[in-house]
């Protein structure tokens, strides 16, 4: 069972961060047609392309825009670039329409997310494994193929019932997506797009609850591919932890569209009438201490988060 250790400080202050974010979020709905609309759209492409980069697709973020929007053919790129792109992309807009339609996190649901993802691709697209196979570099080989459907059967009991436990009987739906996410990777189900469509279905999970969807940028790819490897040896926290701070951020962009103290700035903005230096607020950003998103490789945070930040340390 996949569970984050009680004395752990920083995780229950992001939880009680990303609680405070979803109620001021909810004052906001509905918003504008317009404004979700926009929003879609740009999570549609920002998740294509970094799920896809994750998995060494050559694609660049505007060369992915460009196929998505135009359908032409980037010159020099491989085919199957291009048919990872538009699988990606549909298989986003797929999570978005289950989601709505409260469809349940079940085999046909986990099986057609992957056929979308992998339709041209694989010639088992959207059926689980019926061989064993090997990750090449990785340490832990996945279970043997007879026990996969045995396996998934877990783990949907388990997310049907939000991986409850006797002692933490309201498991936090973060921490239950974390555990998703690892989980249908450690069993490997498919062949092939195991990552992909872990991250599709961590999405639908957190859009069903209501939160966001979450995109992990290819910036991340080592930290995340050690996170998995350790919660594969049995320490979930860095995993629990790497989604949470996902999620986190995804809102923190969220409320920036309200704009005024929630607006993003660059740091080094910030600090100029901070009482802390530029590089002290992007150690505490790293660190999650700091309410703060990176773009463009860039730490940006609201003058909200600094005050608040500030507050906390003065008390």
């Keep these: 069972m996949f569970l984050m250790p009680k004395n752990h400080p920083m995780q229950e202050k992001l939880l009680s961060r990303i609680s405070e974010k979803m109620q001021r979020i909810n004052l906001l709905r509905p918003l504008p047609a ?32 460009l196929v998505l929007e135009t359908g032409i053919t980037i010159g020099g790129k491989a085919l199957l670039d291009h048919i990872e792109a538009t699988n990606n992309a549909r298989a986003f807009d797929l999570i978005e329409d289950l ?96 990552g992909r469509v872990a991250r599709l279905l961590s999405n639908l999970y957190l859009i069903s609850k209501s939160y966001l969807p979450v995109v992990i940028m290819t910036e991340d790819r080592g930290k995340y591919y050690r996170c998995l490897r350790e919660a594969d040896a ?6 629990t932890d790497f989604i949470t701070r996902a999620v986190d951020q995804s809102l923190t962009s969220y409320l ?25 607020l992007s150690l505490r950003a790293r660190q999650g201490a700091l309410d703060a998103v990176k773009i463009g490789g860039v730490w940006h945070s609201s003058r909200r988060a600094v005050e608040r930040y500030v507050e906390g340390l003065q008390k």
Excluded: C
């Design 234 to 239: 049995g320490d979930p926290a860095p995993f």
């Design 99 to 194: 989601a709505k339609g409260s469809r349940a996190i079940d085999h046909v649901t986990i099986q057609e997310i992957h056929e979308v993802v992998t339709a041209g691709i694989l010639t088992d697209s959207g059926r689980y494994r019926t061989h064993n196979v090997r990750i090449v570099g990785a340490k832990k080989t996945p279970p043997d193929w007879s026990k996969v459907v045995g396996l998934m059967d877990r783990l949907i009991g388990d997310i049907a019932k939000s991986v409850t436990h006797p002692h933490r009987p309201h498991q936090h739906p973060v921490e239950t997506v974390a555990f998703l996410h690892h989980r249908l990777v450690e069993i490997h189900p498919f062949t092939d797009g195991n």
């Design 34 to 65: 317009d404004v979700v609309k926009r929003l879609h759209k740009e999570m549609r492409l920002l998740h294509t392309y970094h799920s896809n980069a994750i998995e060494g697709n050559t694609l660049t973020l505007s060369e992915t825009k």
């Design 256 to 280: 920036a569209i309200s704009g005024g103290a929630d607006e993003l700035v660059p740091l080094k903005e910030l600090a100029d009438s901070a009482p802390y230096s530029q590089e002290y």
